[in-house]
């Protein structure tokens, strides 16, 4: 027990979870603790808005695998972090948001700067709690913690009232936590195992779909060793994209309704679907109803609730991904025999010349796809990219291969226009020595660009390739295709210059009309030690294909 | 998505969870989120004062059933969670039931009903009478049409509660 205020034992909790960053902005109702902040160890980015100091903390935590924390004050502050918080939610990354408030006494009595942000939080959180007292300072933020990094990760929100962070109590940090209603399974069903076992062994066109949840939990080489023992194609979610080497010989891209034709059909033509660490979201399954119409499917998920949600599998199994991939490797491995499997082989060979084929499209100028791959050509295998969302997110997930996990982070679930940048600044503090690029569209780089202050001001240099058709170009795209050209509100006139626009904020700028002045920026980009953004002009008729129209099943691809 | 059972019906669901503020918002923000319709909740201390029992009666299929149950267990406040087998339950209800009597006549046939029905009066003046009556939805719901002729002024019913029978039970260990 050692005597202190409210706010030193927050800091000093966070000091023993290993936090070694904070992205946050401070307010009245978090002033306690940013006096604490003053003199810590503890490195605090100072964002320029909430939510981009909840995606920073989203990239950080997705880049390193740690947890990410971020901070904002009451009311508006907490307010800003929503839309980050929702984002980590949807995708399970574990993130703890920590939110001052106003004093005990004020709650409920509609005060400056009060929010119920509990209320507004609970629906996208694991779990929140509000401190009652200094005291259970150290109690909750170990809560927190584990929540936020166990089982189906995810945010979790720490809402202080400011009164708590001033008052001194005896405070004890060795209090254990007790949880009755929180125990992730982790160990897969043996029963369920042998059923899934069998069921692999005798599949002749088995298919393995890879989510978010083998990254999560490091999965990824009890995959690939799964994979090459059973000869199945190896898809990927957007979530679950570097889970698998995507120049490795099994590895066929994404599925879904921008996935590749190799994943996409053969998806659909599966006998043995594995699904791993993925929940089968509108985006990826298609029309639900014809989803792979003669396979059986192996639904593997830490979180039970998402078995049987979208899709009724033949074997579920409630586990960890890497416990579960790793027992059923050890029982395959000794039964299965050798598998040629030529002739699906074959197939999946067929769809990914189809597939390579696509590098060429595109309108006049700059061709997205294949600037896409001078980027790959460009980038070392470990530079982390994020992107933002619409056109230049799926260009980057359908053309630019990622080889390692943690190196594409991306906002799959909310699809959060503005989430690349501030994730990037996140990401390349976890990793500072590697090369991090936010793919962007102008639209979702708009969004959130004052953060260019917070990547200079805070020397986190990180590169900004902004696809620029002065368009909403998804929306633009949906109205091309589905909506007879009809462009309502989606021309972006008045945009600012990208370049003076980055110099203005002391961080540099380029403007490139061919796909050599572009590798001559990104290579200037990577060698800078401030921030770059790289304005890309593109044709506004440009579209992302392969799509499948909503509604219809995974094969019926529009290609060009 | 075969052997799925479309068939709609009531669910009883018994759930120990914290006996803390903020529990029962979660657990219906998750009903409202989700869009599963509750039917009727009642909540209150169980056998332990660090706990409280939820019985949640819902209208739907077998796999929305399991849903909600799946989603109940994913709550942190949310500690055990079971569907009651209807044939091995048992669930009562209360309800309070103000009834019009104008005059003697009405006034001592509400009485004789509500001995039939093994209820109570509770409350008497000059026009009305309030009726205590507990009991399976069906019985609570048979003796609320007997009343209406006389007119009902106000009703107020609890919800079900319920325990399954004998040794089984729903308790943390």
Not at chain 1, 67 to 72: D, H, I, P, R, Y
Not at chain 2, 130 to 137: A, F, N
């Amino acid at each position: 027990m050692v005597r202190m205020s409210g706010a030193k034992a927050l800091i000093e909790s966070l000091q023993r979870e290993n936090v070694e960053v904070i992205f946050g902005i401070p307010g009245g109702a978090m002033l306690p603790v940013y006096d604490i902040l003053y003199d810590s160890d503890i490195r605090h980015v100072l964002m320029r808005h909430e939510q981009c100091a909840a995606h920073a903390a989203d990239g950080y935590a997705r880049a390193s695998g740690k947890v990410g924390v971020c901070m904002a004050t009451s009311g508006p502050g907490a307010t800003n972090l929503v839309t980050g918080i929702a984002n980590a939610y949807m995708d399970s990354s574990p993130v703890v948001a920590i939110t001052g408030q106003v004093p005990r006494s004020f709650i409920g009595k509609d005060a400056f700067q009060e929010t119920d942000i509990i209320g507004i939080t609970t629906p996208i959180t694991k779990c929140n709690f509000q401190v009652g007292s200094a005291a259970e300072i150290p109690k909750i933020v170990k809560t927190a913690f584990y929540i936020a990094s166990t089982g189906r990760r995810g945010p979790v929100l720490i809402d202080l009232p400011k009164d708590t962070q001033i008052e001194e109590d005896e405070i004890n940090f060795d209090e254990m936590i007790e949880l009755r209603g929180y125990k992730p399974t982790y160990d897969p069903h043996p029963l369920q195992v042998k059923k899934a076992v069998q069921l692999l062994i005798e599949a002749e066109r088995p298919v393995i779909i890879a989510g978010g949840g083998i990254i999560a939990s490091n999965a990824c080489s009890e995959l690939i060793a799964l994979a090459e023992a059973l000869v199945a194609p190896v898809a990927t979610t957007l979530m679950g994209k570097g889970a698998i080497p995507e120049n490795h010989p099994l590895s066929v891209g994404m599925v879904g309704m921008h996935g590749t034709v190799a994943a996409n059909h053969l998806v659909q033509e599966a006998d043995v679907i594995l699904a791993v660490g993925m929940r089968f979201s509108d985006r990826t399954t298609g029309n639900i109803k014809t989803f792979c119409p003669d396979g059986k499917i192996i639904h593997i998920d830490i979180d039970s609730s998402e078995i049987g949600k979208n899709i009724r599998p033949h074997i579920p199994i409630v586990a960890d991904a890497k416990k579960a991939l790793q027992a059923i490797y050890d029982q395959l491995i000794k039964k299965i025999e050798k598998k040629e499997r030529s002739e699906w082989l074959n197939k999946m060979r067929e769809f990914k010349g189809i597939q390579e084929e696509m590098f060429k499209f595109g309108g006049d100028g700059i061709k997205p796809p294949a600037l896409m791959a001078e980027i790959r050509r460009i980038l070392p295998n470990d530079a982390i990219i994020t992107t933002e969302v619409g056109q230049n997110q799926m260009w980057a997930a359908l053309y630019l291969r990622v080889y390692k996990p943690r190196t594409f982070i991306s906002s799959g679930g909310l699809g959060t226009m503005g989430f690349g940048f501030p994730a990037a600044i996140g990401a390349k503090v976890a990793c500072p020595n590697v090369p991090v690029v936010d793919i962007a569209g102008d639209g979702s780089f708009i969004m959130t660009e004052q953060d260019l202050a917070a990547s200079v001001a805070g020397k986190i240099p990180v590169i900004v390739v902004v696809l620029n058709n002065s368009m909403l170009g998804m929306v633009a795209q949906w109205q091309r295709l589905f909506y007879d050209r009809r462009y309502s509100s989606v021309d972006l006139r008045g945009l600012p210059d990208f370049v003076k626009l980055a110099e203005a904020y002391g961080a540099q700028g380029f403007r490139v009309q061919s796909v050599e002045e572009f590798r001559e920026a990104l290579k200037a980009a990577i060698n800078s030690d401030v921030t770059t953004v790289i304005d890309v002009p593109i044709s506004p008729e440009e579209n992302v294909f392969p799509m499948v129209p909503p509604g219809d099943n995974l094969k019926k691809l529009i290609l060009r | 998505m075969t052997n799925m059972i479309r068939e709609e019906r009531i669910h009883v669901i018994s759930a120990l969870v914290e006996h803390k503020p903020g529990v029962l918002y979660s657990v219906s923000n998750m009903f409202r989120r989700r869009g599963f319709n509750i039917e009727s909740i009642s909540v209150g201390e169980a056998e332990r004062p660090d706990l409280a029992r939820m019985t949640i009666t819902i209208r739907g299929d077998e796999s929305t059933v399991e849903q909600v149950v799946k989603q109940l267990k994913k709550l942190i406040c949310v500690i055990k969670v079971s569907i009651l087998d209807p044939g091995n339950m048992v669930s009562r209800e209360l309800a309070l039931i103000k009834v019009s009597t104008p005059d003697a006549r009405a006034r001592s046939d509400v009485i004789n009903y509500t001995e039939i029905f093994k209820g109570h009066v509770v409350d008497v003046a000059h026009e009305s009478l309030v009726i205590e009556i507990t009991g399976d939805r069906d019985k609570i719901n048979a003796f609320i049409e007997l009343m209406k002729p006389f007119g009902i002024r106000e009703i107020a019913r609890t919800g079900i509660a319920a325990l399954s029978r004998g040794m089984r039970s729903v308790k943390v260990e």
